[in-house]
């Protein structure tokens, strides 16, 4: 028993290791070059608990949006992401890499999908009914956002002119299965989105 006491006080520390730094390093990351973004699992790290600022490769962002499960940081200082498939980040008490948006030997639980417009990435998807659905760009762009029934009800319509993101509240829609349409003067991308309790 005694040989296998300081087996079991190593492996317990390991275990309490990952799991503090899987709480530092939220699961799900990606970046449109000029923010960053963090997808939290429930019971995750709750705002007061996440830093102020990141850095990546020595660049400073600044949180701007915080909710239970997302984060939000803004370029403060320094520049862009230069690589948004693969960048690491310091998140001070630990750093966490990133590759294609997700820590890297994790899965990846959001959905992001072809850059068609400027690498669209709409999360989380599913989304609770009375929540927020998040759909970012690689860059500023201008477009129109319409959320359909399956039947082909217009549910929702909205609008982006120059900016890099939106959140759309969901509050008041129903469980179901939606489809998601985004326009451009060019182009159009429709993305199916399930609601869910």
């Known amino acids: 028993m005694r040989k296998l006491y300081p087996t079991l006080v190593l492996l317990f520390a390991l ?3 990952n799991n503090c730094l899987a709480q530092i390093c939220p699961a799900n990351g990606f970046s449109n070059s000029t923010s960053l973004f963090f997808y939290y699992e429930p019971g995750a790290l709750s705002c007061a608990e996440r830093p102020d600022t990141v850095t990546v490769d020595g660049s400073v962002f600044t949180l701007a949006s915080c909710d239970m499960s997302l984060s939000i940081y803004d370029l403060t200082s320094g520049s862009p992401v230069s690589n948004i498939n693969e960048f ?3 998140f001070g008490s630990a750093t966490c890499e990133y590759t294609s948006g997700d ?4 899965t990846l639980s959001r959905e992001s999908f072809e850059s068609v417009i400027n690498s669209l990435v709409v999360f989380p998807n599913p989304v609770l009914n009375n929540g927020n659905v998040n759909i970012v760009f690689g860059k500023n762009i201008s477009a129109n956002i319409e959320l359909y ?3 082909g009800k217009l549910i929702l319509k909205d609008s ?16 179901g299965v939606y489809l998601l349409k985004i326009s451009t003067d060019t182009t159009s991308v429709t993305k199916k989105l399930i609601v869910t309790q």
Not at 103 to 106: A, D
Not at 160 to 175: A, D, F, G, H
């Open 103 to 106: 820590l890297t030997g994790e």
């Open 88 to 90: 690491t980040v310091d």
């Open 149 to 151: 029934a399956v039947t």
């Open 160 to 175: 982006i002119t120059n900016l890099s993101r939106k959140q759309l509240s969901l509050s008041n829609i129903p469980n």
């Open 15 to 17: 275990f309490y290791f």
